[in-house]
């Protein structure tokens, strides 16, 4: 399904209210903005916080939802809600085909890809690594792997922020 009829389907599944489905249409509200980097930027500090305490496989979920809450803040700012992850990375799909942000197509396959990387444990996007930590067995992180998953989120984050704070054109 191409992106704009995923759009179209998501808004569709968002008029029924039903959880965990599609998008809404809201009125953009500064409030839900902030909220959701402020969860973000808890999400990032978490990552730290579980290696600290040997529990660095959770930093990979830690990292993903924190780019996901940076993602929904510019969601939110155009004036949606998000009731599914899927449709969440649909609308920011757009917007970078459209250029309504300086986010990559690229960047945006490190945290979500509907064409999954068939070998995850050699993969570096951030979404192979959660999934690597989410569906194995393993435990924690090499040290490698997770200075280079805390550094990505990072520049991702800060990049995403930057946009949820730009001015509207």
């Known amino acids: 399904m191409d992106t704009q009829n995923k759009i179209k389907t998501c808004l569709k599944e968002g008029e029924m209210g039903e ?6 249409k809201i009125k953009p509200s500064r ?7 402020k969860k973000a930027i808890h999400n990032f500090n978490a990552i730290e916080l579980f290696s600290k305490f040997n529990y660095s496989d959770w930093s990979a979920s830690a990292a993903f939802y924190c780019l996901y809450h940076g993602l929904l803040a510019l969601i ?3 004036g949606f809600e998000s009731r599914n992850q899927s449709c969440t990375f649909a609308l920011i799909e757009q917007m970078i085909e459209d250029k309504e942000i300086s986010l990559s197509i690229d960047e945006l396959k490190e945290i ?12 570096n996007k951030i979404l192979d690594i959660r999934e690597n930590m989410q569906y194995s067995i393993k435990t924690s992180l090499e040290k490698q792997e997770f200075k280079f998953l805390k550094e990505r989120t990072k520049y991702l984050f800060d990049k995403i922020r930057r946009e949820v704070e730009k001015e509207p054109k």
Do not use: P, V
């Open 112 to 123: 979500f890809d509907k064409d999954m990387t068939e070998n995850l444990e050699q993969s």
């Open 76 to 78: 939110a700012k155009k």
């Open 31 to 37: 409030e839900l903005i902030t909220g959701h980097i």
């Open 19 to 24: 959880k965990h489905k599609g998008l809404r």
